[in-house]
């Protein structure tokens, strides 16, 4: 008799050495597709089954973004579908808030010599300590940021749609207010999607009334920054510089201005590194085979109508 | 009459605008050295007063080290002095934490990179969330350090003079024991004094122990890593790579291999800048006064017979 605590669960395409093991550790057992009570897909939505069995109750997905499995109508009213939205979250922090220490602390610079230069970068070194941090977009990946900010005597300033508070910033501003942050806080975080309204949101006018020491960190989209603009401030010293994770255009051309500026630092799109997918997604799928195995509510439901 | 709350404090030599802020966030009030009951001194010896008023109950010395101090024969025990010991710490653990994300995420090569290399840096981004670090000499800094690694989801294991527990870390040995740690911990902070049992305590035998993987970060002296069989060890990939803010020479002559090495990242000894003191020393300052004003234990008091 199989174990009825233990959730049967197919996964697929092929095996994956890291995705069995979160679900075994989420208590559930591997289970052909026939036997399953859910599924756990590895990949996009090509390979999946074109009908799955009405004792499938919950499928989760490889991804935050679920757009192709929308497009191809996989995703059906019969069963609980999750994404992966949020799993990745708390390696897109760390990667934000080492961008933002490199820009404040001097090391783009450091890094770059090939010689012993105390006297010239002593002076340009800042700290988080004391420092406001504006987080603009403040949603998953904000969130996982505000305790690292904070452990490091960050403030922050948290800028969502509804402005609804915050757990953990100091202060919290519906985005119809963003224009406020740009005089008030030390520094930036862009952490908003790319929508029509996010477009070019860095641009001439914002840089400009941003403090001449504040550094700009983007881990969101390039389009959510006016290159052109960011490359006259940071040429002009009018702040204290951009890291950059995406840009725009993206990949950024060798030989554009972002790559030598000695107050730019970029890194090519590696803040959610392809290579932690594997490991970062399994403790996601443990959790949910953990919370599907209790009953209780799964993380990252999707909502077909809302898209997301 | 004078207000008996606030404490007089003597600001010496001369007026600084932030010490005395932090005087009169703590409190105080400025008074001439006959009628003061506490000194602020703001430089060396060499221009302290001859010979201190009996009223005054506290000095407040501007350093960590205070050998100058004690050689001058200044401190007496007539009074209680104390240094700025601590007061640096938490900026020096910042830097620290940056040395260490910098090398585990694979920022070196990405900020000397002039081209989008991302499928070559994707593969090397590593993350401290779920990491062990060891924390050799885990005093002040490594103790401000605690609360920085655990926001990022790693462990600290402590290594101390007595193996006292450290608050904060998974668990802490005694110094006859670091040994143990080299094979344990997946990176290292070395933290620990410079003193003959600490010299080149990273050596080649301690790091052909450690993982390929592990990042060496350095932020205590230069003396306590055998430079040559370090580089060595990141010629040859023996380990992930190596952060130093203090090196074996320093400065670090131009030409030499560690300013080139891929996996080798270099800081000029700023990990606490000159032009960080007076705003930090100002903190420490105010936090004093506010004890000495209400009769509570001072920090950093020091001990004139083990001459710290």
Known sequence: MPNTAAPRIHLGPGHQTTLADGIARGGGVLASLADAEAVVWAQGPDTFPERLPDTVRWVQLPSAGIEPWLAAGLVDDRRTWTSAAGAYAGNVAEHAVLLLLAGVRGLTEQVRAVSWRKAEFDPRVGTLQGATVAIVGCGGIGRAMIPLLTAFGAEVLAVTRSGTPVPGAAETLPATRTDEVWSRADHFVIAAPATAETAQLVDADTLARMKPTAWVVNIARGTLIDTGALVDALR?????????????????????????????????????????????????????????????????????????
């Not at 725009?248 to 730019?264: K, S």
């Not at 594997?278 to 799964?298: C, I, M, S, Y």
């Open 236 to 308: 002009d010293h009018t702040i204290g510089g951009a890291a950059l994770d995406v840009t725009d255009p993206e990949p950024l051309p060798t030989g554009h201005p972002l790559w030598t500026l000695p107050n730019a630092l970029i890194t090519p799109h590696i803040a959610n590194p392809a290579t932690g997918l594997p490991r970062t997604l399994a403790e996601h799928v443990a959790a949910n085979v953990e919370r599907f195995a209790a009953g209780q509510p799964l993380l990252a439901v999707i909502d077909p109508v809302r898209g997301y």
